[in-house]
């Protein structure tokens, strides 16, 4: 007995818990597939600090400040497998924002002279 808990109820209750987060996942993982953001809300519907949840969240966001947010949420978990595919949409969101800032390689108001060749 620990703290008044049996040692054995509390060990059958992580497992429960683990075993449903990965029903859960399973259900998010199908949802996102279908493209049933709303399900995803729906079976995580609070904040969690959880990287799998967190990954599914930003997905099955549609507000893409919110999904940036999440997303570097996750880059906090150093031990993450879902770090570095977050780190990877970040950089690719930052390198085409940044693309986006430059102005064109083209100038379509410059006037060019073209000479005509009479043979």
Known sequence: ??????????????IKSRKKMKESLREGYSALFDGNRAAIEKLF?????????IWLKANAAEDTKERLRLLELILTHPYSEYQNMAAAILER???YAHELSLPPSYKFWVKRRVEVVEE
């Open 1 to 14: 007995m620990v703290g008044g808990i049996h040692h054995n109820s509390t060990k059958e209750f992580i």
């Open 45 to 53: 519907p609070m904040e969690s600090d959880e990287p799998p949840v």
């Open 93 to 95: 969101e930052n390198h």
